[in-house]
């Protein structure tokens, strides 16, 4: 029976961390900041790395669409450690904390785009709380809003589009034409994710 009890218990423990991000690498990307707001394009990318998938996911999104691209980074840097870090993003989620973010856009700066790409890596059922902050410091109203994200097992994305849905007010958000890629498979995704653009019409 003890025995039972524990394998019970390490199992949940191998489930709940594998919830955590859509990240199947356990090392933190380097926390560069990236804004590249200059292009003639209607097309923004904005997103949000850990591990550095979404990273790559955001530069070919940008690439494909001619689109400028931002990357959003917690003030307080996330911690090199996956453990830490999960348990860090835990605690923000059950406080509803919104941690300050190196992204301030204005709404002169936002009247540029129609379109939006918003990425993101799921991480205990729902957005990082670094794009709640993200999202619920700019105004979407009126523009067209596509997700696209990394997993280790919540493909649908959990609770994170609908999410989206309410914090981006005003906003169309295409939760049907989000693209979701596990983790673990980024790395051999760009062809995935190129098409995916050019099936959206937003192929430069």
């Given amino acids: ?49 850990w591990s550095g998938h979404l990273d790559s996911m955001a530069h070919w999104i940008a690439d494909e669409t001619g689109g400028d691209i931002i990357r959003v980074l917690a003030k307080d840097e996330y911690p090199e450690s996956y453990n830490d870090t999960a348990n860090r993003a835990k605690k923000e989620k059950d406080d509803g904390v919104r941690p300050a973010i190196n992204v301030s856009l204005t709404t002169e700066q936002m009247e540029k785009y129609d379109t939006v790409f918003i990425g993101f890596p799921v991480w205990w059922y729902d957005l990082p709380m670094t794009m709640w902050t993200f999202l619920e410091s700019v105004d979407l109203s009126g523009k067209t809003v ?52 050019k099936g959206l019409g937003y192929s430069k």
């Fill in 1 to 49: 029976m003890k025995k039972i009890r524990f394998t019970a218990i390490i199992i949940s423990i191998v489930m709940l961390t594998s919830l955590f991000a859509g990240c199947a690498e356990r090392n933190r990307a380097t926390q560069n900041a990236e804004e590249n707001l200059t292009k003639d394009t209607k097309v923004l990318v904005v997103y949000f790395s």
């Fill in 146 to 197: 596509i997700p696209f994200f990394s997993h280790e097992g919540s493909s649908d994305g959990a609770s994170s589009l609908s999410t989206i849905k309410t914090l981006a007010k005003g906003a169309d958000v295409k939760t049907g034409d989000a693209i979701s890629i596990r983790g673990s498979k980024v790395a051999d995704s760009e062809k995935d994710v190129r098409d995916w653009v």
